[in-house]
């Protein structure tokens, strides 16, 4: 099983970037967790953070065809990237998105998701844990998938 993670703008400043509502983990820690974890799963991770809208939408149609997943946070392309949205609807994969904060606590723009309804779930507002809660649940989806057979619901 392979899943394909996507960090989108800024997030490759975590750790440094407002600690107090995103944490003090780098994303190199968050990437070396997530493949440990992954690995002891039997999963493999393709991770990536892109600034570009665009370079995140590449990587999509780069990998659809050798994933069986998805594990995006789109960062501030969730509010506002139809283009994001459309690309994920594209290739049909499995997607759960993350986030660090819990957007409903924030400013309202941040209290609407466009990319959120291309996936199969959303989850935020546990730091760091949101990813690892994000991969749980896309992994345990696509096992339960390959058990009842290809049309098996979330
Ligand atoms: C974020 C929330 C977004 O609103 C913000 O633009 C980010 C990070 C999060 O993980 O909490 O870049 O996606």
Known sequence: MKILVLNGPNLNLLGIREPEIYGKVSLEEIEKYLTDFAENHGVEIIFYQKNGE?????????????????????????????????????????????????????????????????CIGYIAGFGVDSYRLGLIALIDYLKRREKDGAGGKA
């Open 54 to 118: 665009g370079e995140l939408i590449d990587l999509i149609h780069r990998y659809y065809r050798e994933i069986d997943g998805i594990l995006i946070n789109p960062g501030a392309y969730t509010h506002y990237s139809i283009a994001l949205r459309d690309a994920l609807l594209a290739v049909g994969k499995p997607a759960v998105e993350v986030h660090l904060s819990n957007l409903y606590k924030r400013e309202e723009f941040r209290q609407h998701s466009v990319t959120a309804g291309a």
